[in-house]
Nanobody, 118 residues
Framework: QVQLVESGGGLVQAGGSLRLSCAAS????????MGWYRQAPGKQRELVSS???????NYADSVKGRFTISRDNAKNTVYLQMNSLKPEDSAVYYC????????????WGQGTQVTVSS
């Protein structure tokens, strides 16, 4: 089992910045990829960004150049630095972890609200 605790959401004006954090505990040895998904009202949950234990990153086209994902393996924590925020970035952001094998289950955080006002 993996437990995830997120922090850092909030309300910010367009053009502003926020930093999300997600700390993992429990069976951390089983975690390969850590990442962030988001879900806006009436929309499907979508991948925002992910990073493997080795440091390979992946970004949604909509956030490239504005968001930066990083990871501290010693602290079992993943961060998402969000700059130049837009109203369309408003959503609940969920931390996610994936294991090394297809059979491994995903784990999810409780979600943190990000609201960007215009």
């Amino acid at each position: 089992q993996v437990q995830l605790v997120e922090s850092g959401g909030g309300l910010v004006q367009a053009g502003g910045s926020l930093r999300l954090s997600c700390a993992a505990s429990g069976s951390i040895f089983s975690i390969n990829t850590m990442g962030w998904y988001r879900q806006a009202p009436g929309k499907q949950r979508e991948l925002v960004s992910s990073i493997t234990r080795g440091g390979s990153t992946n970004y949604a086209d909509s956030v490239k150049g504005r968001f930066t994902i990083s990871r501290d393996n010693a602290k079992n924590t993943v961060y998402l630095q969000m700059n130049s925020l837009k109203p369309e970035d408003s959503a609940v952001y969920y931390c996610n972890t994936k294991g090394y094998f297809l059979k491994d289950r995903d784990y999810w955080g409780q979600g943190t609200q990000v609201t960007v006002s215009s």
